[in-house]
Structures are given as C-alpha cells and as structure tokens.
C-alpha cells in the first residue's frame, strides 16, 4: 500500500544529542515537509523540499537540518542547537498544485 | 498577524446533531486553497476537505462541507450528523502561492471537539 512512514514512533534523547527522524513515502510525490505540533497547538513548519536535492527553510528551521538526496526520503536531524526539541514531528508530502498533504504517522521525540 | 484563527477552543456536540467550526483566515493572495484535517488521538492527520479561491460553489464530501465566505474570509467546517467517532481535534489550513509557492500548509490552532451520547 501507498503511503507515508515516519520512524521511530517514540524516541527519547539527552539533551546535547543529534538525532535523527526517519521520514520515508512510496507515493511518487515530489514535495514533502516537516511540521512541529507543541501540545495543544496547531502545526509549524520547519523544512520543504519540493524536488530532490532541493530544500527550504520553513518558519522555525533553526537547530534543524534536512536533507533530500532521494525523492522517497526527507530525514530530519534535531541538533543540539534546538533549545525545545520535545514535541510531535509529522512528516508530509504532496503531489503537486493545491492537492491534499498525506501525512505521516509522526514521531513523538522527548528530551531527557 | 495569524493567518488562519479558529476561535473556538472546544466545542460539544450532541450525537446525531449538526456542528460548525469556525476559520478565519488571512491573504492577500488572489489564488490560495483552504484545507481541514482531523486529528484524533492518535496523532495522525487526516485530511477532511478541500475549497479552492475560485472554486464557485462550496466543497462537500459526505458529512462534511465548507462554508466558505469570500468577502469575510471566513472557511467553516459543517459537520452533519455528528457520530462518536468524530471527536478529535480539527484544524484549518492554508496554502498560498500557487503552483509557484512553497506549498506548505499555514495552520490554525484546533478546535477539540467532543460528541456526546
């Protein structure tokens, strides 16, 4: 089946830490996102790429990064540098023009 | 400024009722396209409906349609017949930009509803 898969699905980490989310889609799309959901908020976003080995910054790109070497995956790594890295992360991609985002399961990262 | 405003916190809904969840939203761009998800407990988001700036009539699909009022920017959820299974959290969206923009979605900040037996 098509679809989006984030991984993990928990993920606890000691403040100082890099670490890495999975984000992996087999929908052909070519754009895919990364949002930020703090508790009882709506979403932000943090990275785009709307082509492989193209991406942009979102409007709280600091203490991330992104990359997009293939079309099917877009990993996120929380540096150090993120001052509140706890919160839920969902992973998006759409296929073009004003068509729906499928979403991601998203990742739940807790810091230690 | 926010760019989209869901006013509502929380909303109750007696089951089998009718419910309306506000949006407002805020552009200057003639061509944007208006979004609402469901986010259940779960986390996941799922994707509701959609309305176009120029789309002249409002959208439906099955129990849910957009009363979507250019003039006020105002894009609201109906939600008709209310089941049990739609309690959640629903958020409006906004892209902007056209084909040329990023594409990304702008969020309002949810409204938690609650259907009541």
């Known amino acids: 089946d098509g679809g989006i898969t984030q991984s993990p699905k928990y993920l606890f980490r000691k403040e100082g830490q890099n670490v890495t989310l999975s984000c992996e889609q087999n929908?052909?799309?070519?754009?895919m996102y990364w949002y930020r959901q703090d508790p009882g908020q709506g979403l932000r976003l943090i990275y785009y790429s709307q082509i492989v080995n193209d991406f942009q910054k979102g409007d709280i790109a600091e203490g991330y990064s992104v990359s997009r070497e293939k079309k099917e995956s877009f990993p996120l790594t929380v540096t150090s540098a993120q001052k509140n890295p706890t919160a839920f992360y969902l992973c998006?991609?759409?296929?073009?023009?004003?068509?729906?985002?499928?979403f991601g399961p998203g990742t739940r990262l807790t810091v230690l | 400024a926010q760019k989209i405003t869901q006013t509502q916190p929380g909303m109750f809904v007696q089951e089998k009722e009718a419910v309306t969840l506000d949006c407002t939203y805020d552009?200057?761009?003639?061509?944007?396209?208006l979004f609402w998800y469901k986010q259940p407990s779960s986390g996941e988001m799922i994707f509701l409906i959609y309305?176009?700036?120029?789309?002249?009539q409002n959208a439906t699909e099955g129990r849910y349609s957009l009363n979507f009022q250019k003039a006020r920017k105002s894009a609201n959820l109906v939600i008709s017949a209310s089941q049990l299974g739609d309690s959640a959290m629903y958020f409006c969206a906004m892209r902007e930009g056209g084909d040329t923009g990023r594409r990304a979605l702008t969020f309002g900040s949810g409204t938690r509803l609650q259907v009541q037996p």
């Open positions: 309305q176009g700036s120029y789309d002249q």
């Open positions: 929908l052909n799309h070519d754009a």
């Open positions: 998006a991609s759409c296929l073009g023009g004003y068509n729906e985002q499928f």
């Open positions: 552009t200057s761009d003639p061509s944007y396209g």
